[in-house]
């Protein structure tokens, strides 16, 4: 079993700051990727950010420029900065862990709620 927690969400003005964390636990034998997806109310699940064991780092078009991904591999720990936050990226923010090709482990979530 692997655990997936967030932590950082809050409800936070519009240009405002948010740091999120991911820490994946338990039975990690060779983690992957991980990201965060989020997902708006009444929306599917959609990426925000994605990174490598090997720093390769995807974005939605969205949040370029806003957002930053970052990785401890040593720690299976991700991070998402998050600055210039718009009300739309108001949403319930999940983490994913990856590990070898077929697992897939989902944390249960944080809200980030961006008022205007």
């Known amino acids: 079993q692997v655990q997936v927690v967030e932590s950082g969400g809050g409800l936070v003005q519009a240009g405002g700051s948010l740091r999120l964390s991911c820490v994946a636990s338990?039975?990690?034998?060779?983690?992957?990727?991980m990201g965060w997806y989020r997902q708006a109310p009444g929306k599917e699940r959609n990426l925000v950010a994605t990174?490598?064991?090997?720093?390769?780092?995807n974005y939605a078009d969205s949040v370029k420029g806003r957002f930053t991904i970052s990785r401890d591999n040593a720690k299976n720990t991700v991070y998402l900065q998050m600055n210039s936050l718009k009300p739309e990226d108001t949403g319930v923010y999940y983490c994913?862990?990856?590990?070898?090709?077929?697992?897939?482990?989902w944390g249960q979530g944080t809200q980030v709620t961006v008022s205007s």
């Open positions: 994913n862990v990856k590990q070898y090709i077929t697992q897939s482990y």
């Open positions: 990174i490598t064991t090997g720093a390769d780092i």
């Open positions: 338990g039975s990690i034998f060779r983690i992957t990727t």
